[in-house]
Every structure is written in C-alpha cells, then in structure tokens.
C-alpha cells in the first residue's frame, strides 16, 4: 500500500493535492488494519457467491484487465456489511490478478432482471465509498449493459455519491445499439465474451467451477501476504496515467497513450493540477528510497 505506484494512485485520485492523497491513504491503511480485507478467505464468503450476483470472469479484456461481473437484479438477503465484504473479497482477489503495469479493471454490470426493487441506496452508496476511497484508480471502466429507461432517474440520485473521475468511467450499452455495442467488440474477444454481453460464449456462471478457481486464488493471496512482496500491478517503473511519465517539467506523455484520453482538455487540466500541486525535486526519489 505504500509503495510509489500506490501513492501515485491516492494522488491522481486527488489531483496531485498531497495533503488531501496522505489523510486518503491513511484512512485506507487504518481501514485495511481494521478490517484486514488480505485475509478474507472463499470459505468466509461462498454462500454469497452461489448465485452469481458478483464474480471474476474467467477472461481478459483485449488490454489484459480484470473483469468483475456484477448483476444487480439477482436478490441478495445478506446484510450490507456482509455484502460489503464479499465486495471487497473479489476486488482483492482481482487486483491480486492484474498484470504487471496494468493496475485496473472492468466491470461488467448486467441489467437483466433488474427494476426499482433491485435498489439500494446503502448499498450504492457503501460500494462507491469503498471503491473510491480504498481502492482509488482501481477502476478503468464500468459497462453498464442494458440498463432500463428508469434506470436513469436512480442514476440521477448515484452520481453525487460518485466523484468526477469514477463516473467519467462508466459507459453505457445497448445491445440494439451498433455505435454502443462497439465498445464491447473493442474491448474483448467475442468469442469468450459471454452471451447476456452480446458476445458468442454460452456458459453461463457455474457456482462448483468458480469455487474451484477461488481455492486456487486463496492459495496465491496467502503465498503473496507471506512474501511481502508488492503486488504484480506495481512491479513497474515509476509512470503515471496512460503512459504519462514524471519528469522535472510536470508530466510529458508519449504519442502512443495521447490518443487514449477523452481529449485534449483533459491533458490540459491534468497538467494543469500537477504542475499547481507538485513542485518536482529530482533528488525526491533517491530521498524517498
């Protein structure tokens, strides 16, 4: 949680403002001391699982993320502390999953089923806060697939739970929209991408193959918390967002990642933060080391 790939994550999700990304980062460390989400274990969480209201894909995105799947309109009885922590068991488990250099997932949020009695406000609003401030710059894209016409008053009501940077992240798709149903091809391989996304796989999610799959992560999130090691996803050189690199001048970004961001506005405003913010002294890091 300390090492510099995560602190860059805590200041990006505070605009490069270091004393707000430090007090974020220790509520995150005394929360993960509290409620130890490292040592949360399939056997603790497994009832909650059986439906398949939330699981890991057992495939990538074309970009090698994560993706969590989530189905909103599947009842769940538990309580929201409960579902919270199976929550936080398939965020671990699937950070525990990303590549080297690749530090986010996707979620993937089917709608089938789903009406006004599938809210929950608390629960919306325990998801985002968790999500933001435990696990900032986790998120690199939320789907939401098929949503319903009256979907979008309950929006209305989620999105001043949400930071700016979290909702910028969500798209929405429509199966019977070609432009929208685009991203889905962009992004993964349709052959493996399941049927109720618009892709071409017919296996649906089977409860005694995934608990298998999770056994097997228990083993690597117990030989990883005895290694002490850092995680996959920060055994990189120090970069930023998309292939934005720290330098004496603020931040510089290559021509291969400038295509990624939404516009040029974008870049404008994150230099713009940084160079606000941070005042670089190239010596920080041999300090810091």
């Known amino acids: ?13 505070r605009n490069w403002h270091t004393k707000r990304s430090a007090k974020m980062l220790k509520e995150a460390l005394i929360w993960r001391l509290e409620n130890k989400p490292n040592m949360i274990r399939w056997d603790d969480i497994a009832q ?39 929550l936080v068991y398939c965020m671990e488990n699937s950070i525990l999953d990303l590549k080297s250099g690749q530090e986010q997932m996707v979620w993937l949020i089917d709608f089938e089923g789903w009406n006004m009695s599938s809210i929950s406000v608390k629960v919306t609003r325990e998801t985002a806060r968790i999500l933001q401030d435990c696990y900032p710059e986790r998120l690199g894209l939320a789907i939401l697939y098929n949503p319903p016409k009256v979907f979008e008053s309950f929006w209305i009501l989620v999105k001043p739970f949400l930071e700016k940077r979290t909702y910028k992240k969500v798209k929405f798709v429509y199966p019977n929209d070609v432009d929208t149903q685009k991203v889905m091809e962009d992004l993964f391989d349709m052959d493996k991408l399941e049927s109720c996304f618009g892709g071409k796989c017919t296996q649906g999610f089977d409860y005694v193959t995934y608990s298998n799959r999770m056994r097997e992560g228990d083993k690597v999130m117990t030989d990883f918390v005895i290694s002490g090691a850092p995680l996959p996803s920060d055994q990189y050189l120090t970069t930023l967002d998309n292939g934005f690199e720290l330098s004496e001048d603020g931040i510089s970004s290559t021509d291969e990642t400038t295509s990624n961001l ?28």
Do not use: H
């Not at 949680?1 to 999700?13: G, N, P, T």
């Open 48 to 86: 909650q699982a059986e439906p398949g209201k939330v699981y890991k894909a057992n495939y990538f995105d074309k970009y090698g993320r994560t993706v969590l799947v989530m189905k909103p309109g599947i009842p769940n009885p538990y309580s929201v502390e409960m579902q919270m922590r199976y």
């Open 262 to 289: 939404e516009s040029s506005d974008e870049t404008e405003d994150l230099q713009m933060n940084y160079n606000d913010e941070i005042k670089v002294d190239p010596n920080a890091s041999k300090q810091s080391q």
């Open 1 to 13: 949680m300390c090492s510099d790939a995560s602190i860059q994550r805590f200041l990006r999700a």
